[in-house]
Every structure is written in structure tokens, then in C-alpha cells.
């Protein structure tokens, strides 16, 4: 077992290295991937880093042994201190448990019910954000206006709340800012108590409470309700929240502190990277015509049939454009990490308790043994015909006991709201053939605006 030549040799602690790795994570391992292959170790303050490329090492990692990983422990500290105490941000007996207890809320079972109140987002924002009339056209920010509709439809499932323009606008002015404080905060040596006045400290606060303000009214409004006696007849029938406050019996349920703690996280994580995953699929969309006039030929059919938003989720080729984009552009590729809990081995290299191990997403999806000419979209990939992607190579969502809990909603949300866009409008990028640079905002976004025309079809 070969480690002699992953080692890369990081002078000055390292830390040069991880200022480039902050600037620019992707490309900077990338490099790394290039100098060393499959596996490479460096020291950065004393600490060995571990990229993982080859998608069986990182299988190993998230499924196999996922008992002898955690979550880096000051990765979870600082997302706490934006998020609270909840399914991600936690542990152990506390994770299981939580985790336990919002699974039935994004069953499959429950994605039905949740359909109906994504279409309602979805006619809503359109019609604000679209032309109406067919031959009429508009050129948009693609980021702002996935942004808006996948902020609706998370607001309207978890709370059964159709928002306002401006709600949105100024929720999403937050989560910018606060996704971009919490990448800060990853790459400093301490994590600050959080009482200290550091850099960014007062703005964190006033967006958080943003945002702490919209949840907790909310929450707040739904538990008086419910202590007035007015429940739903049938939770099954009712949003997120409802699942959740009626979620566990005597021995396990979710604390108020809890619901408002898990709301918070499920309001970021459930939007954010959703809008990522649409903005590049649009941007793909806009630049393969060819690919776009078959897309339309499937979903005009399906529509023509019937109205049954189940059957318009699962449509192949739809789905197929959907996860290359989302291979191409993974959305959520930034700290997904793990720290090791012993020594052991993966794909013989040998990993040191405490070592910080790197699922490097954006490379795995980009691997030439598993995927020929990485870097085209090629929807045939994941059409049912072609033969199977081996199990690690596409993890957009993760893999293991801690994977998305969020996938099949996200899946329907985005195959929604894809369906409706290739229905009723021609896409076209105002810049061209090139797409946006992408960058690590939390989660991946174009680094310059991305605007696309969008014309309203004739009737079909
Ligand atoms: C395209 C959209 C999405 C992508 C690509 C995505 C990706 C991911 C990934 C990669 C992880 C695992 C991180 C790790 O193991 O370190 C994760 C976890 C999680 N996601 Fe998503 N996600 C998406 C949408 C959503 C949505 C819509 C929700 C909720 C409404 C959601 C809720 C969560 C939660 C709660 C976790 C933490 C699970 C746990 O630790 O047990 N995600 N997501």
C-alpha cells in the first residue's frame, strides 16, 4: 500500500494552502487531485487533511464505517450558532433521535400531499415573475428567480404560508449574508464564544434575528392554535410543522426549542440548495436546444394526459436532465467533510484518529473512469436504458445514514417546477453559450449574474 507520494509538502503551517483552498475550494483541489491522484494528505496547523477522490474511498467513509466518523465538532459548533440545535447540527443519541422523528415528515407518502402546495408556489410566482401572454418575453436574473419560487414553495410546506415578494426578497438578503459569514467563520483558526464582538458579529445578528422573527411567528401562531384545540383532523393532511408537533409519543418528541431549532435549518437547507440545482439546470436548459425540444416532446404528452403531478415528477428524460445538471453543478459540494473517530484504513491509505477526511463532490462527479467526457451534458447517463452509475459515483445528496433528508423533496420540488418552466416557456442565456463561473457560496452559485429570456409558448 502505497502513501509515499500523496503527501503534499505544505510550508508555513499550511496556511498559504488553506488560503487558497478558501479562495477557490474547487479549484484548489482539483490541483491537489492532479498532483497526487486518487488520495491526498496534507498538513495544514499541525492537523492532516485527506482528500478522498475515488468515490469507492468516500462510499467507505459515509456508509461502511460511518461509525468510526463524526462531524467535525467546530464545523457543527458555528453552524449552531446560526442554526441551533437540530438534525444537523448534532450527534449521536440526539441526532438518531431527531432524525428519527422528522423522517415521516419527507416520506414518499408524504411527498403527495406536499405536491398540490409546490404547484400552488409554483403558478403564484410564476405569474408574478413571468410574461403571461404567449410571444411575450422577459430576461431575469435566473438566481433571483429560483430563489423566489423555491422560497415559496418551502414556506407554503413547512408553514402552509404563500409569501410576498418582499418577504422573500428580504429573507434571502439574510441567508446571502449569513451563508457568506459561516464560510468566514470555517476557515478561522478559533471558533469565537459568542459573546465576543468579532468580525461580522453585530450584521450576523441583526439577519439572524431576520430570521429567527419570521420562524418563531410562525411556530408561535401554530402552537397557540393548537392550544386553543383548533388541530388538524388528520396531521397526514397538513404541512411540515403539523408532522412535526404531532412526530413521536411519550418517550421521544421534539422540543419547542427543537421545532423552532429544526425550522430554521429546514428553512435554509430547504431552499437554498434547490434554487442552486434549478439555476443550473436552467442554464443547461438555455444552452442545449436540441435537449430542450426532446424535453418538451415528454412533458407536453404527460400533460396532455393527465394532470397527475406524481406521474409528471417521475418522468425519465425530465429526471435524467435534472441529475446530470446536478452532476455537472453539484449544489451542496462545500464542507462535506468527516473527522475520524480511530485509526483505520480506507482504500489503503491510513487514516489517524483526528484526521479531517474531504468528500470532494465536485471532483467525484467529474471522474473520467466513471463518467467519459465529464465535462458535457449528457442526459443519457441517467436515462433507465444506460448502464448503471456505479453505486458512489453521484452523490449529490450524500450517502449513509446522515444522507439528505431533504432528496425526495427536493427531487419533486425541482421536477415540478422544471415541468412547468419546459411547458410554458423557450429559455434562452442572454450571454450566449457560456454559463456563469460557478463558486462556493454555501451552496454553488454562478459567480456573475446568470440571465436567461424567457418566452411564453404558444398554447399547446
Ligand atoms: C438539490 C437539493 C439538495 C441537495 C443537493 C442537498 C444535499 C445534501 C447533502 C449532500 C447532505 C449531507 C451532508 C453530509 O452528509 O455532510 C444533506 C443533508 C441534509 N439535507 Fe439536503 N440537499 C438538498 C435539499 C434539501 C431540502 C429541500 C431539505 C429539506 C426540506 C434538505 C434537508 C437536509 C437535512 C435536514 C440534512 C441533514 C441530515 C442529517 O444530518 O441527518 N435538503 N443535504
Known amino acids: 500500500m ?154 407554503r410546506t413547512l408553514f402552509s404560508h404563500a409569501s410576498s415578494r418582499e418577504e422573500t426578497r428580504q429573507a434571502s438578503v439574510a441567508i446571502r449574508a449569513l451563508s457568506r459569514q459561516s464560510m468566514r467563520e470555517v476557515y478561522w483558526a478559533l471558533v469565537p464564544p459568542a459573546w465576543f464582538p468579532y468580525p461580522g458579529r453585530a450584521e450576523k445578528m441583526r439577519h439572524l434575528k431576520t430570521l429567527r422573527d419570521l420562524i418563531a411567528a410562525h411556530v408561535d401562531a401554530r402552537l397557540q392554535r393548537r392550544g386553543e384545540g383548533q388541530t388538524e383532523a388528520d396531521p397526514a393532511d397538513g404541512d411540515v410543522l403539523d408532522m412535526m408537533l404531532a412526530a413521536g409519543d411519550a418517550t421521544a418528541r421534539l422540543s419547542t426549542q427543537e421545532v423552532l431549532d429544526n425550522c430554521m435549518l429546514l428553512f435554509g437547507a430547504g431552499f437554498d440548495t434547490s434554487a442552486s440545482a434549478l439555476t443550473w439546470w436552467i442554464g443547461l436548459m438555455a444552452t442545449h436546444p436540441e435537449v430542450m425540444s426532446e424535453l418538451r416532446t415528454e412533458v407536453d404528452a404527460a400533460f396532455a394526459d393527465n394532470l397527475d403531478l406524481a406521474a409528471v415528477a417521475r418522468l425519465p428524460l425530465l429526471n435524467a436532465t435534472i441529475k446530470e445538471a446536478m452532476r455537472i453543478y453539484p449544489p451542496s459540494t462545500a464542507l462535506f467533510t468527516r473527522v475520524a473517530k480511530r485509526h483505520l484504513e480506507i482504500a489503503g491509505t491510513a487514516v489517524r484518529k483526528g484526521t479531517l477526511v474531504v468528500a470532494p463532490i465536485w471532483q467525484m462527479h467529474r471522474n473520467e473512469r466513471y463518467f467519459a467526457n465529464p465535462e458535457s451534458f449528457d442526459p443519457g447517463r441517467f436515462l433507465p436504458d444506460a448502464p448503471p452509475i456505479p453505486r458512489g459515483a453521484f452523490m449529490p445528496f450524500g450517502a449513509g445514514p446522515r444522507f439528505c433528508l431533504g432528496q425526495q423533496f427536493a427531487s419533486v420540488e425541482i421536477a415540478l417546477i422544471a415541468a412547468h418552466l419546459v411547458r410554458h416557456f423557450e429559455l434562452d442565456l442572454a450571454s450566449g453559450d457560456e454559463l456563469p463561473q460557478p463558486f462556493v457560496d454555501l451552496a454553488l452559485k454562478p459567480k456573475t449574474p446568470m440571465k436567461v429570456s424567457f418566452l411564453r409558448r404558444n398554447r399547446a
Request: glycine share 4%; net charge negative.
Open 2 to 155: 502505497s502513501h509515499h507520494s500523496n503527501v503534499i509538502k505544505a510550508p508555513f503551517l499550511g496556511l498559504p494552502l488553506l488560503k487558497a483552498i478558501q479562495a477557490d475550494p474547487l479549484a484548489a483541489a482539483t490541483r491537489l487531485q492532479h498532483q497526487c491522484g486518487d488520495v491526498a494528505e496534507l498538513d495544514i496547523l499541525f492537523r492532516r487533511i485527506v482528500y478522498f477522490f475515488a468515490p469507492e474511498a468516500v462510499r467507505k467513509i459515509l456508509v461502511d464505517h460511518h461509525d468510526d466518523f463524526e462531524r467535525e465538532a467546530r464545523l457543527l459548533r458555528i453552524f449552531e450558532s446560526f442554526q441551533g440545535r437540530n438534525v444537523l447540527t448534532t450527534e449521536g443519541a440526539d441526532w438518531e433521535r431527531q432524525r428519527r422523528l422528522l423522517t415521516p415528515a419527507f416520506s414518499p407518502k408524504r411527498m403527495c400531499g406536499y405536491m398540490a402546495l409546490m404547484q400552488a408556489a409554483i403558478d403564484h410566482c410564476v405569474g408574478q415573475e413571468l410574461p403571461a401572454d404567449s410571444g411575450q418575453s422577459t430576461s431575469i436574473d435566473v438566481d433571483a428567480f429560483t430563489t423566489r419560487i423555491t422560497m415559496d414553495v418551502i414556506l
